[in-house]
């Protein structure tokens, strides 16, 4: 069942985030589950000059061992999809720094990957816009686009500058540990991502390696036997690659 489009724009609140919870329930539900407002039908994945654009999808539905109750309520459905436009967008725009240290068996060093925000869009952004919603195979998905503000789009254009190298990963997490293993499985592949793109440049294992990274696209998310798995593409920036000692 395909749910109307709409344009207009609901500002979305959450109450554990500190900002007041009055017609969350009611706002969230007429947003993606309620009457119809004026708006089009949404294309293909997007990027203009000013605007990104996406489809995300939540189960409504266990597809593992539950381990919370199902069926999902509507509101919390639509908290978790915003959430994710929220988290992808930020990759996006603003980048993430890192810090890997690959695995070593010979020098019995553990490999650590570790991620943060270089800035995140505020929970609630009025730029957030859910355009069109629907319900298939056990899911929600909305489409969602965020606009732009100008300091944004110099972000972005900056990553898309030709200087900074593009790679590839693929990685996975299990559904076992929940819908928030789909970002587990998204920050796998990043850290895969970074691990390739070294590999092929630099000739012994390095120590550590540290820099920026951002979103070159929208994370391609799906289930396979048993496991999210996810497909990224991602700007890289290496600020650092630190070699082991020579004695």
Known sequence: MRFPSFACC???????????????????LILL??????GTGAGPLSAQPDWLEHEFWIELEP???????YPLDPREAAERVLEEARYVYSAMVFGMRFRYVPLDLARRIDEEFEL?????LPWGDPAIR???????????WARVRYTLREH?????????????PVAAGRGEASL?????????????????AIREHVRAR?????????????????????????SYVAQVRVRLEIEAVEPYAVY
């Open 176 to 192: 076992l540990g929940g819908w928030t293993a789909k970002r587990e499985a998204i920050e796998d592949a990043m850290r895969l």
């Open 63 to 69: 597809v593992a061992q539950p381990t919370e109750e």
């Open 116 to 120: 943060s925000p270089v800035s995140e």
């Open 152 to 164: 944004e789009l110099r972000r972005l254009n900056a990553w898309a500058s030709s200087r900074v």
């Open 130 to 140: 859910v355009r069109e919603s629907r319900r298939a195979e056990g899911r929600l």
């Open 10 to 28: 609901c500002v979305v609140q959450r109450r554990r985030r500190g900002i007041s919870s009055a017609g969350l329930a009611l706002g969230l």
């Open 33 to 38: 589950f309620g009457p119809a407002a004026v």
């Open 202 to 226: 630099v000739y012994n294992k390095p120590r550590e390696i540290r820099g920026r990274l951002a979103l070159y696209e929208p994370p391609r998310v799906f289930l396979r036997s048993g």
